[in-house]
């Protein structure tokens, strides 16, 4: 066993210990997870409490905020228990983080994947799910609703036991957007492999619109250029197997190389916007959304995010990112429940939790909020509908950064070299030397 698995396998015998104890008959939580009853509610939960707390990742008035709201509205009334709803925003993570440490944490938390797995399971603080799982909604279980590509794989939404710890209601994944209103040609054919992509990128360096658009101050963004092309050419699990390399040998590997030098080329070859390295995000953002670029390559959200400012006539597209590789894969990256494994009603935050995968709150999480529901059955807005494609036909899935929850990583690693990769700073050849010196040096300070 390598000293990565030696690390690693104590916080997940951890967490799936804690996940254990709060399936079994200790506490107040039942032995076995309850059978489920035709109005969708477990037949044997235990008493009801006055009021239960959730913490929300959303602000109040954006538009995931609202439907979610609606449901715990229809919750409330089903149940006649309170929900005491904090829409703490994106800090909900930092938020909770200090709230661990005492007997104050919340009873339902959601949030995006990538920043509470780091938190709440390699430290075992994460609870069971599982109640939320086996919850009949619309006359199935909550477990037959989710996509099994989404369980299954480099998803890493279960620990080794296969308790499950978070429930997605939410995904979102990424693409290269465009407005097909000034390039339908895209929308019909677009580019294919990378080969491909360089040549239209090349012929719009002609034109009056900068080929990309790309916010140079933002890490997550400019690591997914590597990231995710490394994982488009070599399949999920490629990522991680660099970042788990202790002595560094993986870097090592020419397809690694190739992938920087790509990253490299973007930079030295003038295809990213004018002024991406020095500007605030969203400015290279809000230039592409006024036409002075063709293509952003980011997430699914771009259009909700976006819609308020992009010019007259704007049609959202996306195709996925070229690569050379037979096989295509798709991320998809959750937003979902955890339970902290001290909150004091798991079974009632887990029935609250199963509620959001009903049909009527998923239809409007992909109508109203332009965000992409977990249920691949549920509808969404035109614009995502290509985002969705992508998904269906994929051989695989991905998280972003492959899933990677090794605390300080990407954000300590990853992102600063990355940066200076993508702001044209250091080649490909440098990049995976400082990657591969940064990585061994991480690993030891573990």
């Known amino acids: 066993m390598s000293n990565v698995a030696r690390k690693l396998v104590p916080v997940l015998l951890t967490g799936a210990m804690l996940a254990l104890a709060a399936c079994s008959g200790g ?23 006055e009021s239960i707390s959730y913490w929300s990742m959303w602000n109040e008035g954006e538009t995931q905020q609202k439907v979610i709201a609606q449901a715990v509205k229809a919750w409330e009334e089903e149940t006649g228990i309170k929900v005491d709803v904090e829409w703490q925003g994106r800090g909900v993570v930092q938020k909770l983080t200090p709230a661990l440490n005492t007997n104050k944490v ?8 990538n920043k509470i797995a780091p938190i709440l399971v390699t430290t075992g603080q994460a609870g069971s799910l599982q109640g939320a799982y086996d919850t009949e909604i619309d006359g199935k279980k909550v477990s037959e609703l989710i996509p099994e590509k989404y369980l299954s794989g480099n998803t890493q939404l279960t620990l080794e036991d296969g308790t499950p710890w978070m429930l997605p209601y939410s995904i979102s994944s990424e693409g290269v957007w465009f407005d097909a209103a000034t390039h339908p040609d895209w929308s019909s054919a677009p580019p294919e492999t990378w080969d491909d992509f360089i040549t239209v990128l090349d012929e719009l360096k002609t034109s009056d619109q900068a080929p990309l658009a790309i916010d140079g101050d933002i890490g997550g963004y400019n690591s997914a250029w590597f990231s995710s092309l490394m994982i488009g050419e070599n399949g999920p699990g490629s990522v991680d197997n660099l970042i788990t390399s202790e002595d560094g040998s993986a870097w090592d590997a020419p397809e690694v190389l190739e992938i920087a030098q790509r990253v490299e080329s973007l930079a030295s070859g003038g295809y990213f916007i004018p002024g991406y390295n020095a500007s605030k995000f969203p400015a290279q953002q809000e230039a592409w959304g006024s036409g002075k670029a063709a293509m952003l390559f980011s997430g699914s959200w771009i259009p909700a995010e976006t819609s308020t400012y992009v010019k007259d006539g704007f049609e959202f597209d996306s195709f996925p990112l070229p690569t050379n590789s037979e096989k295509k894969y798709a991320r998809a990256e959750f937003v979902g429940y955890v339970t902290p494994a001290k909150a004091k ?29 977990v249920r691949l059955d549920a509808e969404v807005s ?3 509908q290509s985002v969705v494609d992508h998904l269906e036909a994929a051989d695989g899935i991905y998280a972003a950064f492959d899933g990677a929850i090794y605390p300080g990583y990407t954000d300590k690693v990853l992102f600063p070299i990355n940066n200076d990769l993508v702001l044209g700073k250091i080649s490909g050849e440098e990049f995976v030397a400082k990657m591969k010196a940064a990585t061994v040096d991480y690993w030891k300070n573990q």
């Open 27 to 49: 506490g107040d939580t039942p032995a076995e997870p309850a059978p489920p009853a035709e109005n969708g509610e477990p037949a044997a939960l235990p008493e009801k409490p």
């Open 106 to 113: 919340p009873d339902l938390v959601d949030a995006a994947y």
């Open 345 to 373: 009603n798991i079974e009632w935050a887990s029935n609250l939790a199963a509620s959001v995968l009903s049909i009527d709150i998923q239809n409007a999480y992909g109508t109203e909020a332009k965000s992409l529901p």
């Open 382 to 384: 035109p614009e995502l």
